[in-house]
């Protein structure tokens, strides 16, 4: 059953595309992390578990043992002595079919996770970067020690050609209804007019994922629009969309995507005018009221 939904997602991607929007098939696989377990430790430290696919998101998962290499760094927002980026490196670890990592965070950090994948033929090189950010709360007195350091001179050569940047970088509550600018970069240029991927895990549209492109300045503003199911959730659920972008320089593809998590919005669903006239009228009986004792006509 599985192996027949797999050829009709590939048959159906590969007869429906228009133009510049194409309609992804299990052909155009890309890397890209969600999500998963978030739990507190004993020593109060916080630790978010990052699960890597290979595929198409959300339900298209192949094994990762399709690339020649997967490994990944992680940076906590840090700038070393001589301007470049602090990144450390990440350990993948492989259970019971899974892939993801693990970052355990003692005190209130931004994180970004930069993992990559490649692929080689004889012809060409896909070279494959999945990309999120996010913050960690945790409240330990243990003193937060990182091993080997690697400059961004080093990165670059591991993971870092096609990147999609999100501004702002970091945020805690980021929301539905709320815009938020990307921008795709190259070697750290902006890609002007470059068509961009928006897959929405709740989209049941899955086989037609939105597409923009950058302006003349290199920036796509997304306004994220409102989520029934989301809002249905509860006031805490997240969702995740991933945002894919694609390059290519003489025989090398670049495929790069980021994670976004999204919040419902906390005030998109309350009634903001009632609200206001309700408490206009009771902050106005109020100094009547206030008013009226002083006068002596309330005892």
């Known amino acids: 059953m599985i192996k027949k939904l797999l050829v009709s997602a590939m048959l159906y991607g590969l007869l429906i ?65 001589k301007g470049d980026v602090v990144y450390y490196p990440l350990e993948i670890i492989e259970e019971k079919g899974e892939v993801f990592i693990r970052i355990t965070s003692h005190k209130t950090n931004p994180f970004t996770v930069l993992i990559q994948g490649e692929k080689n033929n004889k012809k060409q090189k896909k070279i494959y970067l999945a990309k999120t950010s996010f913050f960690l709360f945790g409240n330990s007195n243990k003193k937060q020690v990182e091993s080997e350091l690697f400059t961004s001179n080093t990165v670059i050569k591991i ?31 902006k890609l002007k007019k470059k068509i961009v991927h928006i897959i929405d ?55 790069s995507s980021f994670t976004l998590l999204l919040h419902r919005s906390r005030f998109k669903h309350y009634n903001v005018p009632v609200g206001v006239i309700i408490f206009s009228s009771l902050l106005t009986v109020f100094f009547v009221l206030m008013l009226l004792q002083r006068k002596g006509d309330i005892p």
């Open 159 to 189: 993971a870092e050609n096609l990147q999609i940047h999100i501004n702002p970088h970091y945020s805690y509550w980021r929301q539905v209804d709320t815009p938020v600018t990307f921008n795709v970069f190259f070697d750290n240029q």
């Open 17 to 81: 595309s228009t133009g510049n929007n194409v309609v992804f098939s299990m052909e155009n696989n890309y890397l890209w992390i969600e999500f998963g377990e978030h739990h507190k430790e004993k020593d109060a430290s916080v630790t978010q578990e990052l699960h890597i696919y290979y595929g198409s998101f959300p339900d298209y998962k192949t094994t990762l043992l399709h690339l020649d290499e997967v490994k990944g760094v992680y940076t906590m927002n840090e700038i070393d002595t």
């Open 201 to 255: 895990e709740n989209d049941e549209n899955v086989f037609n994922p939105i597409t923009r492109m950058t302006d003349e300045s290199g920036e796509l503003i997304y306004i994220p629009p409102d989520d029934r199911k989301l809002r249905q959730k509860g006031s805490t659920a997240y969702k995740q969309i991933v945002i894919m972008a694609e390059e290519q320089k003489e025989n090398s593809i670049y495929v």
